[in-house]
């Protein structure tokens, strides 16, 4: 009897009816853990040969560096001029970061379309903003909308000074039609 198995033995294992997710753990591993046990810095990925999304801790991801694509044109280089010159303050990548990431994408056009949104929706909720923190708060919904689902971004948004239904107006403005609150 495995050690793991003793403990669940021991300890009657999880409850009937706790739902569960899957999560790629520190070995490389899915395993099943409960979804109370979601937090901040968790993102959904989608892993090579495998179907569905799972949970990873952010900085579990390693960075690929293999080029993908060729040099974009000076109309793709735009896009991303203004998704770097919106993120600058939270997300402080040169342009030419920025082009080498996209460069490495496997969908390149999902992508920089996706962070042009992003961007857009940080300019018209940040630009009025004059607190550094408030702006931080935005990015992070932002970014939390971008890497879990709808149903899940509760889970794992931790705020710092925006109050619930201001990162409320800027989740339903991501998600669009597709966003229904009152998630925990």
Not at 97 to 114: K, L, N, P, S, Y
Request: charged fraction near 30%; hydrophobic fraction near 40%.
């Amino acid at each position: 009897m495995r050690f793991g198995d003793w403990l669940k033995r021991l300890f009657g294992g999880r409850r009937p009816g706790t739902e569960v997710v899957p999560f790629l753990d520190a070995s490389g591993r899915v395993v099943q853990i409960p979804l109370p046990e979601l937090r901040p810095g968790m993102m959904q990925v989608q892993l090579a040969g495998r179907e569905g999304v799972v949970w990873v801790r952010a900085g579990q991801l390693r960075t690929r560096s293999e080029i993908r694509h060729p040099p974009f044109d000076e109309g793709t280089r735009a896009y991303i001029r203004r998704i770097q010159e919106a993120f600058a303050e939270q997300h402080p990548l040169s342009f030419e970061e920025w082009e080498h990431g996209f460069r490495c994408d496997t969908d390149v056009v999902f992508e920089i379309a996706t962070w042009a949104f992003a961007a857009d929706v940080y300019r018209a909720f940040a630009d009025n903003e004059i607190s550094p923190e408030r702006q931080r708060d935005i990015y992070r919904v932002i970014v939390t909308c971008l890497t879990a689902s709808p149903e899940f971004v509760w889970r794992v948004l931790e705020l710092e000074v925006l109050s619930r239904p201001e990162a409320e107006e800027v989740v339903k403005r991501v998600y669009g039609k597709h966003y229904r609150s009152g998630a925990p």
